[in-house]
């Protein structure tokens, strides 16, 4: 009877282990024949749909359960502070009070929540900005920006579902707009140091030197010049200490956000560039 009963169980694990393998090689000819559309105008299948949402929300309900809501997190401040950075970094895609569609809102898929509709709560919102979301299209912004500027958008998720457009657009011209401590200088997707000591760079005797390397350079190959062409206006001797001169900065203890004053830098002109003209004709 023993015999009977270890050779059925055997049987059955054969079985199972079968299918199991059956499972695998169909999953694998069907991943690899490249059958399934991943194209964004094509929508999931109900069953994939449904499985990539619990997926997705259980992810963030389990870490943001962990995180500790800053108890001040509504303070009018937090919330002005985080209406500049979110009308600078989400509205293509998450709206604002009386904006019914983006280019981005539609093209995206799955379809970036509304969130002057819909409030989300405030440490789910957090994590979110932070971490982003793989395959979705939402960017993890912690890698550019400090946690208080992140807690100050969640706070101002809070308040957005309730304002109009005017009062949004308040909220808005009352912040610092974009900022938040130094990454936003450098433009999101640079892989740049997002530290904040960019934010006070002076790039202005940057681009100087690069005008008097091109001017420079212009004259060296115009060959319709006299032979006596006056080269006593053009200053080498302040050409090194133009290309960088970095000035340090710290990031902020406070929400209080640097200011976004820093244009795109021009390519700094080197002494070897000058040194190898040949001004004499």
């Given amino acids: 009877m023993s015999f009977i009963t270890r050779k059925s169980?055997?049987?059955?694990?054969?079985?199972?282990?079968?299918?199991?393998a059956t499972a695998l090689i169909i999953s694998a000819i069907?991943?690899?024949s490249g059958v399934y559309n991943v194209g964004a105008d094509n929508t999931h299948t109900r069953p994939v749909h449904q499985i990539l949402q619990t997926l997705r929300e259980r992810s963030i309900e389990t870490r943001a359960s962990k995180l500790e809501v800053p108890t001040d997190l509504m303070d009018l401040a937090h919330i002005v502070q985080g209406a500049g950075n979110y009308d600078a970094m989400c509205v293509a895609?998450?709206?604002?009070p009386g904006v019914a569609q983006t280019e981005l809102s539609q093209g995206l898929y799955p379809a970036p929540p509304d969130l002057t509709a819909n409030r989300v709560d405030a440490a789910s919102a957090f994590w979110v900005?932070?971490?982003?979301?793989?395959?979705?299209?939402?960017?993890?912004?912690g890698l550019s920006m400090g946690d208080v500027y992140i807690w100050n958008m969640a706070a101002f998720l809070q308040k957005l579902p309730e304002l109009d457009a005017a009062e949004y657009q308040a909220l808005v011209a009352s912040s610092d707009g974009h900022s938040h401590g130094g990454g936003e200088t450098l433009g999101h997707g640079s892989s740049g140091d997002a530290s904040g000591d960019h934010a006070t760079h002076d790039h202005a005797p940057a681009a100087d030197a690069a005008s008097d390397h091109h001017d420079m350079a212009?004259?060296?190959?115009?060959?319709?010049?006299?032979?006596?062409?006056?080269?006593?206006?053009?200053?080498?001797?302040k050409e090194p200490d133009r290309a960088h001169r970095d000035v340090s900065a710290t990031?902020?203890?406070?929400p209080t956000p640097v200011q976004d004053t820093?244009?795109?830098?021009a390519a700094p002109a080197t002494s070897d560039d000058h040194a190898s003209h040949d001004h004499q004709h």
């Fill in 262 to 265: 820093v244009s795109k830098p």
């Fill in 93 to 96: 895609c998450h709206l604002s």
């Fill in 218 to 237: 212009d004259h060296h190959h115009d060959t319709t010049q006299p032979a006596h062409t006056d080269t006593s206006t053009l200053d080498h001797s």
């Fill in 129 to 141: 900005i932070k971490h982003g979301i793989k395959a979705s299209g939402m960017p993890a912004w």
């Fill in 9 to 20: 169980l055997l049987s059955r694990l054969f079985v199972l282990a079968f299918l199991i």
């Fill in 251 to 254: 990031t902020p203890a406070t």
């Fill in 30 to 32: 069907f991943i690899w």
